[in-house]
């Protein structure tokens, strides 16, 4: 396990990640790759959509231009308090103080969940995956973008003493033991490195 897949370090590591956030983020993940990620789903303008780990927002507010039932959820308070400042505390997107992996909505309550830089720091990603299941409405669509296993030994060792990194066949893995179907993966990055992130598209079955 890296050291960021731990609940408090992630906290302090936010902390001060939040000052800077929004300036270092388009290196890794910008509003192309947004795009591209958001035309993997099918999102109906009524559908109640939930951003598992919005950070300050920058998913949540690409969610926003196909619905106006947007559902953020982060256990950092900072990296909350740049996206209450960006979007709003109140309206238009219900925001909650959270843990990823003790979700606080009731089973059945979303069309669809988005997930972006996140599942790196689960401690455990299959848990939380089948929390996601549990609030996704049956034939609901989950979305999850992660970092993508780096394909030299020298880079895989210092990846893997950081936090979560993993590769298709791992997310089959993750996605499958939580009860998903229909899982598609696509890798994506900046003009540097195309590969720096791979996004999952997976289903919840239908009862």
């Known amino acids: 396990m890296g050291i960021l897949e731990n609940k408090r370090r992630a906290r302090i590591f936010y902390k001060y990640l939040s000052k800077v956030y929004d300036t270092v983020n388009p290196f890794i993940w910008n509003e192309e790759m ?6 993997m789903l099918d999102i109906d303008e009524d559908d109640h959509v939930l951003d598992v780990g919005c950070g ?3 998913g949540t507010e690409g969610l926003l231009e196909h619905t106006d ?3 953020g959820l982060d256990q950092s308070v900072h990296q909350l308090e740049k996206a209450w400042a960006k979007i709003g505390k109140y309206d238009p997107v219900s925001f909650y103080r959270g843990d990823a992996e003790r979700l606080p909505f009731k089973n059945d309550t979303f069309d669809v969940v988005w997930s972006s830089g996140s599942i ?6 299959v848990e939380t995956l089948r929390d996601i299941r549990r609030v996704t409405k049956p034939g609901g669509e989950v979305l999850i973008v992660g970092p993508n296993y780096p394909r030299t030994g020298v880079m895989q ?11 298709r066949e791992e997310a089959d893995r993750m996605f499958r033991e939580a009860g998903y179907e229909d899982i598609r993966h696509r890798e994506m990055g ?14 919840v079955p239908e009862e």
């Open 56 to 58: 300050t927002g920058f």
């Open 34 to 39: 947004r795009t591209e990620a958001l035309s």
């Open 157 to 167: 060792k210092v990846a893997d003493s950081i936090m979560l990194f993993y590769d």
């Open 190 to 203: 900046p003009q540097y490195d195309p590969d720096i992130a791979i996004t999952t598209v997976a289903r």
């Open 120 to 125: 790196e720091y689960w401690p455990d990603p």
């Open 69 to 71: 039932n947007v559902y």
